[in-house]
């Protein structure tokens, strides 16, 4: 289970109280922090949102990257900012990994306020074009046949690696993790053959599946992904078990007061329930989830459940 350490305990402190209602939101620019750098993923989605943002909430929107340390810089500028409302920011899934996998300044379910679940990204598992493997049963046999086949991941504790693990504890295989400084780099490794397989995240992958650079064997999502409706999910392939997605989520630092949370909310889920917004975000690999701060809390526990089990039974640790 995830170890409970306040901000007090972390050495951050609360800038300021919170205001007591939503009357007057927001006041001044809103400062949108993103944990990653620019180019990648939750950039992308982060800029794509912010004039509609900007025109909702009748304030300048300001995205502002602060990245490093799989995020965790940012989660932390995130934390220790006021409690008012102007400043949240966009996290990715790793916020939990990270935090059970090694020590951070931070509790992902203490120190943050959840506002908003925007949108999950499936894993999709892909093999160069040169690979024997086809199917899921394909890679499980060629795995106990040659223990330790090498899997790629944009570096410790996210998504992508949680899957590689998740999958071998699944299937009862040996399957050795590579980590690297990105997923980039290990997606023109698979490609070029130096890797076996990888787990990829959609809105990076779906590119060289869609040129015919890689061979999308299923994806780890609950259903089929509606951009690659041929391609099966891990579970319907005979591993129930292996259910994950990247997911791309607003926060706040702990102690948002409930109306300006709702508004926030309210505000966000507007912009990407809209069609053009979904169908913009889809292309990307991603699709949008719509749902209250509450579902979010809910989803954000079940997460650390789910990952905690995996982190524990992989004994995966920071290298």
């Known amino acids: 289970m995830m170890r409970r350490r306040g901000l007090l305990g972390s050495g951050l402190a609360l800038a300021a109280p919170p205001l007591a209602s939503a009357q007057g939101f927001p006041s001044r620019p809103i400062r949108l922090v993103v944990t990653f750098p620019p180019g990648g993923t939750t950039d992308i989605l ?8 900007s ?7 300001v995205v502002e990257n ?10 932390v500028e995130i934390a220790r900012s006021a409690p008012d409302g102007h400043t949240f920011g966009m996290v990715i899934s790793t916020v939990i990994s990270s935090t059970l996998i090694s020590r951070q300044p931070y509790d992902a379910l ?22 024997p493997i086809r199917t899921v049963s394909d890679l499980v046999e060629h795995a106990k046949r040659n223990p330790g086949l090498t899997y790629g991941s944009p570096g410790i504790g996210t998504s992508v690696h949680i899957a590689g ?18 997923g980039g780099p290990a997606l023109t490794d698979l490609v070029s053959g130096h890797l076996n397989l990888m787990f990829g995240n959609a809105s990076s992958t779906l590119p060289f599946v869609r040129d015919g650079q890689l061979r999308a064997i299923a994806v780890t999502s609950a259903q089929r992904a509606p951009y690659l409706p041929n391609v099966p999910t891990v579970a319907e392939s005979g591993l129930p078990g292996v259910v994950i997605d990247e997911w791309y989520a607003f926060v ?28 913009r975000l889809l292309d990307m690999g991603a699709e949008v989830v719509a749902g209250s701060a509450d579902d979010f809390a809910r989803f954000m526990r079940e997460e650390v459940d789910k990952i905690g089990r995996v ?8 290298e």
């Open 46 to 53: 982060a800029r794509q949102l912010q004039p509609k943002m």
């Open 55 to 61: 025109e909702l909430f009748g304030q300048p929107v």
């Open 66 to 75: 602060r990245s490093g340390a799989s995020g965790a810089i940012g989660t």
């Open 110 to 131: 203490r120190d943050l306020t959840p506002i908003q679940l925007l949108a999950r990204v499936a894993d999709i598992l892909v093999v160069p074009m040169s690979s």
């Open 165 to 182: 693990a998740m999958f071998a504890l699944a299937a009862g295989v040996e399957m050795t993790h590579v980590p690297y400084r990105g």
């Open 252 to 279: 706040g630092p702990a102690g948002i007061p409930r109306p300006i949370v709702e508004r926030l909310n309210a505000g966000l889920n507007s912009i990407v329930t809209q069609p053009a917004e979904r169908a």
């Open 311 to 318: 982190v524990r039974a992989a004994d995966i640790r920071m």
